[in-house]
């Protein structure tokens, strides 16, 4: 198992690596070109948008991949029903989209398109669960990377012609559209069905193992996305695009790292043997280690790094650098609460685990809030306290549901 990872491991590297420096380039000539306000509403919307998606897509691309790996019975009849509930689930949304937005205080238009682009996101990894389960990450990798390197040398040309930021999340919206149609051609002909109407047991089937798979699915999201959300609701203006942009290049090093642990999700759910999970365990730990180096490194050569973000994104984004280093210490603790939702997801202790992350969503809440109101370099304080609450709190779910 261990050697599989290692092998899949490069493929997802490469894959992820593309993604990073792809995502980089994007907010950095969106930051430069539209301004520190603009790109703000982006993030922030964006993080919104990504709440509320992980919430009705149900994960059930992580449903069906753990469905295939087992060799269910109803393996061909799972692609088209998970695409019929997500979309149907998608359309229920948009109904109460606006007053969230409102209460969030977001732009309506922007986080509904990003929530389309989200939906299609999800079809897409619905259709590369064939491959995954499989543990064939190399066909689902190409796809990923070629699908990333079109969305970021259309979007420079975007840009640079001079199109709205709307425009732009439109066209993003339009290449996960059409890859998500690549990756279900993908699949063989004769592993699918095309059908729904008499299909019920495996719509309730996917819908029962979907609203528990997506409690540790939003729960990961809410480690990835809440800090932003929250600072849109104390921030706003520049400041809340320099600090969104901190948190970004947090969230894309952070994404980076984790994309290496998920693949270890279809063998874990394989798993029986409590030995077996102990020691795969115990080898991640060098994992969480190994991560403190990446905001040492980047400690070093902060001045540096201060000069490269004013030189990419201009004088408007100065304390860009001085944010950054400080809350990169936050990645290794991220690291630790993914591990710790990965192994909860396999072993299914999802609902122990959602019920603390929410309850430390809500403390990061009252966190931000509180040093919001102290006001002594509040928004870097909350985001490290936020996510030391949230790592203490995955690591004790887990000893208590795993023992």
């Not at 069906?64 to 509930?85: C, G, H, P, Q, R």
Request: net charge positive; charged share 15%.
């Amino acid at each position: 198992m261990i050697k599989n990872w290692k092998k899949n491991t490069f493929y997802i590297s490469i894959m992820q690596l593309t993604l990073l420096i792809v995502n980089f380039f994007l907010i950095t000539i969106i930051s430069r070109e539209y301004g520190a306000e603009i790109y703000g509403e982006y993030a922030s919307s964006k993080s919104l948008s990504v709440l509320i998606g992980t919430a009705i897509v149900m994960s059930l691309a992580l449903v069906v991949t753990k469905a295939l790996a087992k060799n269910s019975e109803d393996s061909k009849l799972l692609f088209v029903n998970s695409y019929y509930i997500i979309i149907r689930n998608f359309f229920i949304t948009l109904l109460i989209l606006f007053p969230v937005t409102l209460l969030f205080q977001r732009d309506f238009s922007m986080t509904a398109l990003f929530l389309m682009g989200f939906v299609f996101n999800e079809l897409i990894h619905v259709a590369l669960a064939f491959f995954q389960s499989r543990g064939d990450f190399v066909t689902s990798s190409k796809q990923i990377f070629a699908r990333t390197l079109l969305y970021g040398i259309g979007a420079w040309i975007i840009v640079l012609q001079g199109f709205s930021i709307i425009f732009l999340i439109v066209f993003q919206v339009f290449i996960l559209f059409l890859f998500f149609i690549i990756a279900h051609v993908s699949i063989p002909k004769n592993e699918k069905i095309f059908k729904t109407t008499s299909t019920p047991n495996v719509k309730t089937n996917l819908q029962k193992s979907g609203k528990k798979m997506v409690l540790t699915t939003f729960s990961s999201a809410l480690i990835s996305e809440l800090d932003i959300v929250l600072l849109g609701l104390f921030y706003s203006g520049s400041v809340l695009g320099v600090l969104a942009w901190s948190r970004r290049i947090l969230e894309i090093i952070f994404q980076l790292l984790a994309a290496s642990l998920d693949i270890l999700f279809p063998e874990l759910s394989k798993a029986n043997e409590k030995s077996e999970v102990n020691s795969i365990r115990s080898k991640l730990l060098k994992v969480f280690l190994a991560s403190f180096l990446i905001p040492i490194i980047y400690f070093i050569f902060k001045d540096f790094g201060n000069t490269i973000f004013i030189s990419l994104l201009g004088e408007e984004f100065d304390m860009v650098s001085e944010y950054t280093y400080q809350i990169l210490f936050c990645i290794p603790l991220m690291v630790w609460s993914r591990i710790n939702i990965i192994f909860s997801r396999a072993l299914n202790f999802e609902i122990n685990l959602t019920k603390t992350i929410i309850f430390g969503a809500a403390l990061s809440y009252v966190t931000y809030f509180v040093m919001h109101t102290i006001g002594n370099n509040p928004a870097v304080l909350s985001i490290i306290i936020s996510q030391v609450l949230i790592a203490g709190l995955t690591t004790y779910s887990f000893r208590r549901s795993y023992g």
